[in-house]
């Protein structure tokens, strides 16, 4: 059984950059294609941004693009959400996720395994 475990989300100011981290245990990440998803308070929830296990396709939502990058370390089967130039409208919970798929999807019911999420608050 797989499992992702978010961390690194905190209080920034804007303007400020962080970097969350996603661990999976369970099978080597190298098996999974994976995402960055998040869901602002009363809103639903929304693709971030992902790669495909293979190659090296990654897609970014709009919102995302120029300002948040996605990276992997497979030996130490963790995935990286680095984002700067952070705004209020950054502001929610930052979920990683998990297909065996080799497509990207940004359709959340497309991904099997999910973390617990990490919360990322910026302060304007």
């Known amino acids: 059984q797989v499992q992702l475990v978010e961390s690194g989300g905190r209080l920034v100011q804007a303007g400020g950059s962080l970097r969350l981290s996603c661990v999976v245990s369970g099978r080597t990440l190298s098996s999974y294609t994976m995402a960055w998803f998040r869901q602002a308070p009363g809103k639903e929830r929304e693709f971030v941004g992902a790669?495909?296990?293979?190659?090296?396709?990654?897609i970014y939502a709009d919102s995302a693009k120029g300002r948040f990058t996605i990276s992997r370390d497979n030996a130490k089967n963790t995935v990286y959400l680095q984002m700067n130039s952070l705004n209020a409208e950054d502001t929610a919970v930052y979920y990683c996720a998990a297909d065996t798929s080799v497509v990207v999807f940004r359709r959340e019911e497309r991904y099997d395994y999910w973390g617990q999420g990490t919360q990322v608050t910026v302060s304007s």
């Open positions: 790669f495909s296990r293979i190659g090296d396709n990654i």
